[in-house]
């Protein structure tokens, strides 16, 4: 089959549970699957001034804690600001939505909202103990939209497959023999065997 290159845009949508991490590389992907691209470059962008987005480490959960925990240290959220020249702290002027609005501007500005990364094999290039995380820098929870832009190669045989199986799966009805007094028609015994084949 006949490869070419394609953009593809996509924009997923996270709910946080407040500060901390959410993980996104399985949720990435499992959208890169359905794309039909095997190789190529994706790009994602966070779209908010108070969550960022890192890669860390995937296997010990204490290295989040961690990270976090050294966050909370350098960039209180507590209203107040750095010390002045006196020596003193006053509260942040922007701090609209309670005291944890302009900290995390600042967690964001310390961090990233954007990173590109590679495509092999339909999935993200990844170490083995790495992943791609949101990193939510606000107290409460919230939804959040992550921009991905990919540019590669699309299987145009992989793309028609995937096409196929999510028009099988849609239309995939495992009661319809029930209504039809028991007896498996022929369009029944294709789509079963079809919805079998695709969810291997």
Known sequence: MANSLHLIRHQLEISTR??????????????????GVKEGVLHLTCLH?????????NA???VLEDLQAWMDAVVPQDGQG?????????RYRHDDEGDDDMPAHIRTALTAQTMSLSVVQGR??????????LWEHRSAPHQ????????????????????????????HDPEAWA????VDTDVDLMVDRLHDITSD
């Not at 209504?179 to 028991?182: A, V």
């Open 124 to 133: 993200l290039l990844l170490g083995m103990w790495q992943a791609v995380y």
């Open 49 to 57: 001034t108070s969550a960022s987005l890192t890669i860390n480490e």
């Open 144 to 171: 959040r939209q992550i921009a991905c832009q990919l540019i590669g190669e699309q299987d145009s045989g992989l793309l028609k497959a995937t096409q196929l199986n999510r028009e099988i799966q849609s239309r």
């Open 18 to 35: 407040g500060k901390g991490f959410t993980r996104l590389d399985t949720t990435i992907n499992r959208w890169l699957a359905g794309t």
């Open 82 to 90: 750095p010390l002045n020249g006196d020596g003193k702290r006053r």
């Open 179 to 182: 209504r039809d007094g028991g």
């Open 60 to 62: 010990d959960p204490r």
